[in-house]
């Protein structure tokens, strides 16, 4: 289930995304307004994590402003150290639909997490994910093609698992080190080549269509269409 995360603070983020993954979620992080909006806006998200004063001058209440005026249901967790009843009441009536204070435990964060992914009711159909004849099977974390299984190892289901939900979609090489390796930064190896190229080989080399596409100078794809 890929949440957003915007939130400026290192330390949290880590915490928070470290935290997620590991119950889990796919995390992905933005570190300014801007781009939490813009990736709020953009991408498919069963949840987002939103703190309050962001670098770039913007409150989160305003992103969720817009995304609530374009029609944008998604659910939205504010956690901000802005504690008070006046605050807190602010954030509720202005879109958020949970309001967390920091410091938090990171227990309450995931029942709330849950709390709200059952009312939304993304929880139930989430077991399973799909494209063209791949089947990824979320509660097993079994995979097959064509009815045959594949044999993933944990970091390539997660690579391939964080494709398929952006299926369609390019995924730069910068989405895959935050979100599947937890990294912040380039750490300049061709540890995703490898890891891709191993995927292909499993999900690609006996089956056709080819289903993973690279995007020259930008990432990658899954998808139907070449
Ligand atoms: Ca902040």
């Known amino acids: 289930m890929p949440i957003l995360v915007i939130e400026d603070e290192a330390d949290v983020v880590r915490y928070l995304?470290?935290?997620l993954r590991e119950s889990g979620y796919t995390a992905t992080w933005?570190?300014?307004g801007t781009e939490g909006l813009?990736?709020?806006a953009t991408g498919n998200w069963d949840l987002?994590?939103?703190?309050r004063m962001l670098p770039d001058g913007v409150d989160g209440l305003s992103i969720i402003r817009n995304l609530r005026k374009t029609g944008n249901r998604t659910p939205v967790l504010i956690l901000s150290a802005l504690a008070t009843l006046d605050e807190r009441v602010r954030g509720l009536r202005e879109g958020g639909d949970d309001y967390l204070t920091k410091p938090f435990a990171f227990a309450e964060l995931l029942a709330r997490i849950e709390v709200l992914l059952r009312r939304s009711g993304t929880r139930e159909d989430?077991?399973?994910l799909c494209v063209a004849d791949l089947r990824l099977d979320l509660r097993t974390r079994r995979v097959e093609r064509a009815g045959q299984d594949i044999s993933l190892q944990p970091r390539e289901f997660r690579l391939l698992e964080f494709l398929v939900r952006h299926q369609g979609q390019v995924v730069t090489r910068t989405m895959l080190l935050e979100s599947v390796w937890d990294y912040h930064f380039d750490p300049q190896t061709n540890v995703i080549d490898v890891q891709i190229s191993r995927l292909r080989n499993k999900i690609d080399r006996d089956f056709s269509p080819a289903l993973l596409h690279t995007?020259?100078?930008v990432g990658y794809r899954i998808g139907f269409d070449g």
Do not use: Q
Request: with cysteine; hydrophobic share 55%.
């Open 30 to 32: 933005a570190a300014d």
């Open 48 to 51: 987002i994590i939103m703190d």
């Open 38 to 40: 813009h990736l709020a």
């Open 215 to 217: 995007v020259r100078g």
């Open 126 to 128: 989430a077991a399973e």
């Open 17 to 19: 995304c470290k935290g």
